[in-house]
């Protein structure tokens, strides 16, 4: 059974930092690319960062030079290292496994992401 869990979120400062994780079970994650969506209040669901199994990675242009995405694949697990926060970053982080060898897209239950200004 696929699962994906995230962890990591929490409340923090404008200007501090927070790392999330995602965990995935199910013998996926070799053959996923992984990726961060968050969603805001009363906002769509936006994409955040992306990370494929070749290690190729993009970001939003909103968090391009704070925000990080990794993955150790011994682990079976993506971060998502987040830097200068800012009130703009509160949501919801989910993340995301996908890919042609897997049967669906696969989402987590998400963490939720608080920045106080």
């Known amino acids: 059974q696929v699962q994906l869990v995230e962890s990591g979120g929490g409340l923090v400062q404008a200007g501090g930092s927070l790392r999330l994780s995602c965990v995935a079970s199910?013998?996926?994650?070799?053959?996923?690319?992984m990726d961060w969506y968050r969603q805001a209040p009363g906002k769509q669901r936006e994409l955040v960062a992306a990370?494929?199994?070749?290690?190729?990675?993009d970001y939003a242009d909103s968090v391009k030079g704070r925000f990080t995405i990794s993955r150790d694949n011994a682990k079976n697990t993506v971060y998502l290292q987040m830097n200068s926060l800012k009130a703009e970053d509160t949501g919801v982080y989910y993340c995301?496994?996908?890919?042609?060898?897997?049967?669906?897209?696969?989402w987590g239950q998400g963490t939720r992401v608080t920045v106080s200004s």
């Open positions: 995301t496994a996908y890919g042609d060898r897997l049967r669906y897209n696969y």
């Open positions: 199910g013998n996926i994650f070799s053959l996923a690319n």
């Open positions: 990370i494929t199994v070749g290690g190729s990675i």
